[in-house]
């Protein structure tokens, strides 16, 4: 099965940029929907983003304007650019396949509901 691994998170004071990033450890063929969710302390996993195989994208509104998903088809590797950060934004931040096709030229499975192991977001001065 695919893994998914984050990377990029951190502390960063308010105001601040951070770019997470989700690898595939495999080559991705094809995929529906990718996207990223984050769990604060106390509360509920909640959708932060996501983007479709065909490149449409969906923001959660307490973030719009300040995030930006994307994906390096090249790279097996999906984005998430987050500006204007708010200590409100605190969490881990996971990364997410609904379904995935992956594996080698010779070699391809799916995959579903496939997580990363997530990345810690701290915003703080």
């Known amino acids: 099965q695919v893994q998914l691994v984050e990377s990029g998170g951190g502390l960063v004071q308010p105001g601040g940029s951070l770019r997470l990033s989700c690898a595939a450890s495999?080559?991705?063929?094809?995929?529906?929907?990718m996207g990223w969710y984050r769990q604060a302390p106390g509360k509920e996993r909640e959708s932060v983003a996501g983007i479709t195989s065909g490149g449409s994208t969906n923001y959660a509104d307490s973030v719009k304007g300040r995030i930006t998903i994307s994906r390096d088809n090249a790279k097996n590797t999906v984005y998430l650019q987050m500006n204007a950060l708010k200590p409100e934004d605190t969490a881990v931040y996971y990364c997410h396949a609904d379904s995935v096709l992956a594996g080698s030229s010779s070699t391809r499975r799916w995959s579903f509901d496939v997580w990363g192991q997530g990345t810690q977001v701290t915003v703080s001065s």
């Open positions: 495999r080559t991705i063929f094809s995929f529906n929907t």
